[in-house]
């Protein structure tokens, strides 16, 4: 698919000149309404005129006429599962399909946007991983300076955070963020409340529901973060896990938000292995491979329940922003990976229980 910004492009170039659209006129032998026709996209010049206006304007005539690839939403999350899958099996081959892709949709920002997030999901462990997270910040820029569409500026902003912080540059999301964050960006719920206004509760119920989920995951990864950075604190950590564990079981998110809950069983896994808490470390890994067969053999990682009524019908909508960041084939293999691996299981390598898990993880049915 494929956009013209012929009169729009017009309109910059001649502001850009300092002319007025009688002087333009003049040049081009046409009446003031002719150009007024061309910039408000009514009518577009003919071949001639348009070379003669990319000569004026010292421009190409693509440049002049502004055509636009674009792409669909179901388009851009084709491509996007079809290279997160492509990342994990080729990876040096899905890279440079993903450059070619990206300059060939330049001025699609929402495909951008998305690239953004699979370059900076799969830039850790490749062996380009400087070159692919400074390509990251330079489509986040991209994005701030020329979409003009708010929502997406402000996801680009915090992808181009993160892709800085696995830089080891602290310093620049600082200045990114002003040094402070604010309080927590309640643009889903002002939405929610213009809809209350508007008589449209269903959008306003839909829209709480998801703030509220969100909230929800937002809580458990913060104190997730907390217990990391308080790992002398034993305490702490055993009364974190277990608030979690409860909080995750009375709203039920096993069931609404796997990868949470998974985030949560599996630290929880590595903090009983560590304190030599057999029993406490294979009831949860028990609980962490539950949890990975329901984000793996289904297509969707948000689904509504008894109570949160609207997220599947959600996710359905906003297919793109439901998907996970990396293909699940890569999800399954570095998961049984860590457990294999990481230190603090060693000491089970022998026992059935583990084993048990090891193996019903690895017979995980993966639908892509």
Same mark, same amino acid.
């Given at each position: ?81 079809? $290279? ?7 990876? @040096? ?14 001025? +699609? ?30 489509? +986040? ?22 892709? $800085? ?72 950590? %055993?009364?974190?896990? =277990? ?8 709203? =039920?998110?096993?069931?609404? =938000? ?15 292995? @560590? ?35 609207? $997220?599947?019908?959600?996710?359905? %909508? =906003? ?38 898990? $090891? ?5 995980? @049915?993966?639908?892509?």
């Amino acid at each position: 698919m494929y956009k013209m910004n012929t009169g729009a492009n017009i309109t910059q170039l001649r502001k850009e000149q300092g002319i007025s659209q009688d002087q333009l006129a003049d040049f081009m032998h046409v009446t003031k309404s002719a150009v007024s026709k061309w910039e408000s996209g009514s009518t577009l010049p003919d071949l001639v005129t348009l070379s003669k206006l990319a000569s004026f304007f010292n421009v190409t005539l693509d440049e002049l006429a502004g055509y636009e690839a674009q792409l669909t939403d179901e388009e851009i999350n084709e491509i996007y599962s079809s $290279l997160s899958r492509e990342f994990t099996d080729a990876p @040096d081959l899905a890279l440079s399909r993903c450059k070619k892709l990206i300059a060939e949709y330049y001025s +699609c920002f929402p495909f951008l946007q998305q690239m953004s997030m699979l370059l900076l999901n799969h830039s850790i462990l490749n062996a380009h991983e400087q070159e692919i997270l400074r390509t990251v910040v330079s489509l +986040c820029d991209r994005i701030s300076s020329k979409s003009g569409d708010p929502s997406l500026i402000k996801n680009a902003a915090a992808i181009k955070a993160s892709a $800085l912080l696995f830089l080891q540059e602290p310093d620049a999301v600082l200045d990114m963020l002003n040094g402070e964050s604010g309080i927590l960006d309640a643009s889903m719920e002002l939405t929610a409340q213009a809809y209350i206004q508007k008589r449209e509760t269903a959008r306003a119920q839909e829209l709480f529901e998801l703030a509220a989920v969100q909230h929800l995951i937002s809580a458990i990864q913060d104190f997730l973060q907390l217990m990391f950075l308080k790992p002398d604190d034993k305490q702490f950590a %055993r009364e974190t896990l =277990h608030r979690l564990l409860r909080l995750s079981e009375l709203y =039920h998110l096993e069931d609404v =938000h796997p990868s949470s809950t998974a985030q949560i069983y599996i630290t929880a896994a590595q903090f009983y292995a @560590d304190e030599d808490d057999r029993d406490g470390c294979i009831g949860v890994l028990e609980l962490f491979v539950n949890a990975m067969r329901s984000i793996l053999e289904t297509n969707s990682v948000l689904c509504s329940d008894g109570y949160f009524e609207n $997220l599947s019908s959600y996710a359905g %909508r =906003h297919i793109m922003r439901m998907e996970l960041p990396r293909s699940k084939k890569a999800v399954l293999q570095g998961n049984i990976h860590a457990l294999r691996t990481h230190p603090c299981f060693s000491k089970y390598y022998d026992d059935p229980g583990f084993i048990s898990c $090891l193996e019903r993880l690895s017979q995980i @049915d993966i639908k892509e």
